[in-house]
């Protein structure tokens, strides 16, 4: 008894502890992250991820849980993510077969002398891969950004950034779909463009306004002090005479809560997270949240990205608004840089109160947060080459694709369908040309005086099976552009009219 008592008052001081040091300093480490969508991934094999510029691996073992070790074997260092998930439900390290089950623990070193030497090997801790806390909620995987004992009773100590709505089973409340994407800015400049809905209508120009009809003057009054744990949330007046309120709201590390109250009672909520994977680069994850109004009605959803449609479908649509404003926030960044260190404030002018929110997120940043994301030691600090072609930039194979399953299906599907449209356009001339070259044949024995201008035209079905060449074709055509949109998509606002 007076051991659990121990424990008991050891947790509880721990507990004292941490939350004396959250009031003080942000502390980025001791956060939950969604590092992923857990249904986007394939759960056979294991998948390298980055958070904080630590190279982690996720892999899920046979009950369904997920796991996240350090990716790196502690054998030789080789990373596990070029492993291999077993049927035994363990994670292999393909270098030379070491086995680790889901709580890091090595459970097989197939090179050893004999098994009570592996047994004696497994159970050093160095043999243990370096696990962090895990868990899965509303769909994504959250990743807490330190590993340890006390990390495992630190985590349970602050509940992830999850959205309340989505925890709801009422009717009126639909949610879309998740979509993910690593993008080529840094995590602070995605914060501070989603603090900012002056941009919106110019920057997305076309699918969420017009840039020049709706670039109009509004304020932002706070509706939340900064706190160093909670953020701060910023109104957005005068709106749109259907609309009750709007505001953003930052609830660190990496959620931003955009919302839409409509007169009539409808909702719409932006979920958007932004998780630091390394310099220079960030993880997007998001989706769209809508409430009916009490008569039933569905508010409006962001552009056309609120309509029903597969999930892969609104994942390559994504590119048409991310890409937007991709290229000059990738380029915002270095120019930060460029102009060395100081306060942000005397870099850039800032006269109007749209920028009150962008403001305030730089203020936390500075004075809560220790002045930017403290990463890991290990990691490269160099930022994106800015020489980079656009093509580069605009990859969505690398930052999307390649890891989302329901995407790679989507795409084997159509290019199976590409396949067998060009197929079906080859046979259907063939089978005009045939019906061409019998027509021609029967006209060959046919009495001229027997000839009238009917018989002299083609026969309905060389029509018909040229037509469906042409659909075919133009199927198939259609289906290959499709496709490209799961690789690469362009974008230029001078372009854009």
Known sequence: MALDTNIRDNIDNQTAQFLKEAESTFQWTKQWYPVAVAEFLDSSRPHS??????????WQDNSGQWHCFEDSCPHRLAPLSEG??????????????????????????PQSQDKETESRNCANEKSCAVVYPTQELQGLIWVWAESGAEAQVESQLRPPRTVPELDNQDKKIIKAFWNVRDLPYGWDFFMENVADPAHVSVSHHGIMGSRYEDAKYYDMPRLREIS?????????????????????????????????????????????????????????????????SDAGKTPPGLGFFALPMPKWLGHILASLFLHQDLVFLHHQEKIVA????????????????????????????????????????????????????????????????????????ALKNINRLTVLSYLGAIAC??????????????????????????????????????????????????LKKLSRLFYVYKFSHADND
């Open 49 to 58: 991820i980055q958070l904080l510029g630590k190279d982690l691996v996720l």
């Open 84 to 109: 291999r998930i077993e049927s035994d439900g363990t994670l292999l390290c393909a270098y030379h077969a070491w086995r680790f089950d889901g709580d890091g623990n090595c459970v097989s070193i």
């Open 228 to 292: 160093t744990q909670e953020g701060f949330a910023f109104g957005v007046t005068p709106t749109a005479s259907n609309i009750e309120q709007a505001f953003n709201d930052f609830q660190p590390p990496c959620h931003m809560r955009i919302a839409t109250n409509y007169k009539d009672g409808g909702k719409l909520i932006l979920v958007l997270y932004a998780i630091p994977t390394r310099p220079g680069w960030c993880r997007h994850i998001g989706r769209q949240i809508l409430i009916k």
């Open 338 to 409: 460029k102009r060395g260190q100081g306060k942000w404030l005397e870099k850039v002018y800032t006269p109007n109160p749209q920028d009150k929110a962008v403001i305030a997120f730089r203020q936390w940043l500075a004075k809560r947060a220790g002045g930017g994301v403290p990463w890991d030691a290990d990691c490269n600090h160099q930022l994106l080459n800015t020489e980079l072609e656009k093509e580069k930039l605009f990859d969505v194979w690398t930052t999307h694709t390649q890891h989302c399953q329901v995407c790679q299906d």
């Open 429 to 478: 001339l063939f089978l005009a040309l045939f019906l061409d070259g019998r027509y021609v044949a029967m006209q060959a024995v046919t009495e001229p005086a027997n000839v009238s201008i009917w018989h002299t035209l083609p026969p309905l079905g060389f029509g018909l099976a040229i037509i469906g060449a042409i659909i075919l074709a133009t199927a198939g055509y259609l």
